[in-house]
C-alpha cells in the first residue's frame, strides 16, 4: 500500500466535471440501522474489509454493467476499460494483529491470514470475478480520501483506453493496537478540528467495517449526476473531522442518491469541495441554488 503524506489542497482539484454512474455503502457491525450481515467471500476470513469491500464494487458493477469493448466485458462489469482504486488508511488491520497474536503465541503460521492481510487481494478477486484488466491501485492517506479518489479518477481518465474508474474506502473498527498506530502516525501531522482529536482512533467496535464505493467516469458518458470541484471550500469547511476516515464517503454518495431522487445542485463542503449537479435540462447548468450537504 502507497502511504501519502500530503497538504491540505487548496487548489481546484478536478479539471473537468467527472460524471458519477453508481454509489453504494455497506456498514457491519456499527449498530447503525442499516448494518447488515457480513457477507461470505471464499478464501477471507475473520475479517470485515475485503467483504465489504467486494460488496460496494460487486453494487457498484452489477448496477452500471460495461465497459468492456465485448460482449463478455461488458456481462462481467469491467473489463480492460475499467481502473479500480481502494483507499485505506491502515489497511486490514484485523487479519495483521490475528496474525500477530497468533506468531507471537508459538501458533503455526496461517499463509491465508498474509495473503488477506494485504489491500491489493481483496482486489484481485475483485479482477477476477468481474473480469478487471485495468490498472489497481491501494493508497493510504491522512487527508480526505474523496479528494484523494477524485483526484486519481480525474487523472486516469486521461488515458483514452479507459471508460470508468472504481474508487472506494474502507474502514476498520478500533483496537488497542489501532488506536496506538493511529495517534504514533498523526502526532504532529496536522492541528485537529475544534472538538475533534488528531490521534483518535475510529470510535467503532473492533469487529466493525465500514465501505463505500463510487464509480466514475467521463461526462456525457451515461451519467445522470456530474461532480466538479467546487470555486470555494464552503460553509464550516475547516479540517477534516479524522484524519483518514471514510465518512465524505459516505456523504457523497448520500448526495448522490438525493440528486436521483430531487434533482438540483449540493454542495459538498471541506477543505476540498466539491458541487454535485443531476444531469437534466433544469438543473445540468444552474449554480445559484446549490446546497449544502454535510454529515451531521
Known amino acids: 500500500m502507497t502511504k501519502t503524506k500530503t497538504t491540505p489542497i ?12 453508481a454509489t453504494a455503502t455497506a456498514t457491519h457491525g456499527t449498530g447503525r440501522d442499516d448494518d447488515i450481515p457480513l457477507p461470505r467471500l471464499p478464501g477471507f476470513v475473520e475479517s470485515a474489509f475485503s ?6 464494487s460487486r453494487r457498484c ?47 503455526v503460521h496461517n499463509p491465508l491470514l498474509f495473503m488477506q492481510a494485504t489491500p491489493n487481494s481483496v482486489l484481485g478477486h475483485i479482477s477476477r470475478e468481474f473480469g ?6 491501494s493508497i493510504s492517506t491522512f487527508d480526505d480520501p474523496v479528494t484523494e479518489l477524485l483526484t486519481m479518477a480525474d487523472l486516469l481518465l486521461e488515458d483514452p483506453e479507459l471508460d470508468r474508474v472504481l474508487v472506494l474506502g474502507v474502514e476498520l473498527g478500533g483496537s ?16 485537529p478540528a475544534a472538538g475533534h482529536d488528531s490521534g483518535a482512533a475510529p470510535g467503532l467496535p473492533a469487529s466493525a467495517g465500514l465501505a463505500a464505493a463510487v464509480l466514475l467516469g467521463r461526462c456525457g ?8 470541484s467546487a470555486e470555494t471550500p464552503g460553509p464550516d469547511a475547516g479540517p477534516i ?26 454542495l459538498l463542503p471541506g477543505p476540498a469541495a466539491f458541487v454535485l449537479t443531476a444531469d437534466t435540462a433544469d438543473t445540468a447548468d444552474t449554480t445559484d441554488d446549490t446546497e449544502t450537504h454535510a454529515h451531521q
Open 10 to 21: 487548496e487548489k481546484t482539484v478536478l479539471r473537468a466535471p467527472l460524471g458519477i454512474l
Open 51 to 56: 467483504p465489504l469491500a467486494y460488496e460496494v
Open 61 to 107: 458493477l452489477t448496477e452500471r454493467p460495461g465497459g468492456g469493448t465485448s460482449r463478455s466485458e461488458a456481462e462481467s462489469g469491467g473489463g480492460s476499460r475499467t481502473a479500480v482504486a481502494l483507499a485505506s488508511l491502515l489497511g486490514d488491520t484485523t487479519t495483521a494483529d490475528l496474525a500477530s497474536r497468533r506468531m507471537v503465541s508459538g501458533k
Open 132 to 137: 478487471i484488466t485495468g490498472q489497481m491501485f
Open 176 to 191: 488497542e493496537r489501532l488506536a496506538a498506530m493511529h495517534r504514533e502516525l498523526a502526532a504532529g501531522y496536522r492541528e
Open 221 to 228: 458518458a451515461g451519467a445522470s449526476v456530474t461532480v466538479r
Open 241 to 266: 473531522d479524522r484524519p483518514g476516515g471514510i465518512q465524505r464517503l459516505f456523504d457523497l454518495a448520500a448526495a448522490h442518491r438525493r440528486l436521483l431522487r430531487d434533482g438540483g445542485n449540493l
